[in-house]
């Protein structure tokens, strides 16, 4: 179990890794084409709503929904009911997703009214920031059919990942990066708004991650056709499942909607800032929590149905080992390095020294919550395979009640900083319950050492905080390096950082086998 979970891990890492490494290259083409103006921030809005949505309907709680039921089928019932389930799902949800994206494109006004609230009033009374509303609406049109691929994409990569074929899933937003990438360096420069360019390659690259899958659930013969049933006993487990998970496990992506909403009052380029703030933390977020979560739905879901409750604990503290030993350095390496990652990133063209500095801040705010994120992403499965959904809703509403309590009295003396203080704050306590809650029933139970193992991370990772403190030199100084210097700079920073900390860890007595499913 250990091996496998690693290997799957290490898999899904790395082809993480691909896509990561594509959208930072992407973030950059984006950066030097927009910088963090109005046309940037434009962009950035009609590109979140369908994003948010494909959380909810796809990656979100559809994935945590249905991994379970489907591993089920696996685990108990034959090959034809197993395909029965997949025709039914796919039909049922293709249904509903056409509908919503209708509606989107349709309503793609009344949509920027609700989350753009501040360009709408700003149009209402002929301002002259009007124009943000307008075009928000138009970019929204194109971006927002993106939901439905993108929806039947994440359902084929959840098959896939139910009988262990992690990597066709982790390497297929490879394709949305290159479109983007393509749009922005031959499209974009051909129009009078270059921001549309953008939008026109969300909406290729996600046909073609859909169109990408399809050979694969071909070759497992697992490429059914869809047909609609909402009465399918398995279909009616995933809706009672999804349903409340809509809300749950997406309680993040609603708060960071909130910050949008919020930030469309503040001042030009908020947006922006909090974007690439928010893109800098995706990196480490996909590459360790988002992977790490994903290998372990399975095996939990596998545990749960097989009724062992000692592999079930195992596997879940095997996860939060990991997420621990990697996203704690991460979290700090964020936080001490955001100036000189952004400036090495993205600093060109339009993004400018400004830029970098306000983005900086909200990084700060942002990257001290990673370890939150990643816990929520580690421990929300110990709920989901189990096919429990309403206990992290719970724990959602109070979360995301806290987001925007916070929201309201952070925004205030910090601006957009605030925004992300609050989502950094609400994301801990998240995690929080979601720990407690497993421990106070029993179903997560610490391993030998894993304490002591934990407290040793910590350790290891002061120290190496306490050297980029000391190493890392001040913006002022990454201004003045060209870019082929700073990158060069940044490079050997990062990897001092990593020795420091792995060579703190072995003197204190941490080993490969504190990271295996006992």
């Known amino acids: 179990m250990s091996k496998k979970l690693l290997k799957s891990g290490m898999i899904v890492s790395f082809m993480t890794l691909i896509s990561r490494v594509l959208g930072l290259v992407r973030d950059v083409v984006i950066a030097n084409l927009l910088g963090a103006g109005a046309s940037a921030d434009l962009f950035f809005f009609a590109n979140k709503i369908p994003n948010f949505l494909r959380r909810l309907f796809a990656e979100g709680a559809f994935a945590q929904a249905f991994v379970p039921i489907i591993t089920e089928y696996e685990k108990t019932k034959s090959r034809s009911e197993v395909k029965k389930l997949i025709a039914a799902a796919s039909g049922t949800l293709g249904t509903i997703v056409t509908v919503v994206t209708i509606i989107g494109v349709l309503g793609s006004s009344i949509i920027t009214a609700l989350f753009g609230f501040g360009w709408f009033l700003a149009w209402y009374h002929g301002e002259a920031e009007a124009y943000k509303f307008v075009v928000a609406s138009d970019m929204l049109k194109i971006t927002f059919p993106y939901l439905w691929f993108i929806t039947l994409t994440a359902l084929s990569g959840a ?214 994120f990643m816990m929520v992403k580690v421990l929300a499965p110990g709920y989901y395979s189990r096919q429990d959904t309403k206990t992290p809703v719970k724990f959602g509403i109070i979360a995301m009640l806290s987001n925007m309590l916070l929201n309201l009295i952070l925004v205030f003396p910090y601006g957009y900083v605030g925004l992300a203080i609050a989502t950094s704050i609400s994301a801990t306590l998240n995690a929080s319950l979601l720990w407690f809650g497993l421990y106070k029933r029993g179903v997560y139970k610490s391993q030998k050492n894993t304490r002591s193992v934990l407290l040793r991370i910590v350790i290891a990772g002061v120290i190496m905080g306490v050297a980029l403190f000391v190493y890392t030199p001040d913006l002022t100084v990454w201004i003045q390096l060209s870019l082929y210097h700073a990158v060069l700079k940044l490079i050997k920073i990062i990897v001092g950082a990593v020795v420091v900390y792995f060579i703190v860890l072995a003197v204190t007595g941490v080993r490969l086998s504190h990271f295996k499913v006992s």
């Open 159 to 372: 098959i896939l990942n139910s009988i262990g074929k992690f990597a066709v899933a982790a390497f297929t937003p490879v394709f949305l990066n290159v479109s983007i990438i393509c749009c922005a360096l031959f499209l974009s420069p051909h129009l009078d708004q270059p921001q549309f360019g953008l939008a026109i390659g969300v909406l290729i690259g996600g046909i073609l991650q859909f169109a990408f899958q399809i050979p694969f659930l071909r070759r497992e013969g697992l490429l059914v056709k869809p047909t609609f049933n909402w009465h399918h006993e398995g279909v009616v487990k995933i809706r009672t499942l999804m349903i409340p998970a809509l809300f749950g496990v997406s309680v993040s992506q609603i708060n960071l909607l909130f910050d949008t909403l919020i930030a469309s009052f503040l001042k030009t380029g908020s947006i922006s800032w909090l974007y690439y703030s928010e893109r800098l933390l995706e990196f480490p977020l996909g590459l360790f929590g988002i992977a790490i979560a994903t290998v372990i739905l399975p095996s939990l879901s596998a545990a749960h149905v097989q009724k062992s409750g000692d592999n079930f604990a195992k596997t879940l503290d095997w996860g939060i080992r990991i997420v621990v030993v990697l996203g704690f350095p991460a979290m700090l390496g964020l936080i001490f390095l955001a100036e000189p990652l952004l400036r090495a990133l993205f600093m060109r063209g339009e993004f400018d020294m400004q830029d970098v500095s306000s983005a900086a801040v909200s990084l700060w705010a942002l990257g001290s919550g990673l370890l939150s």
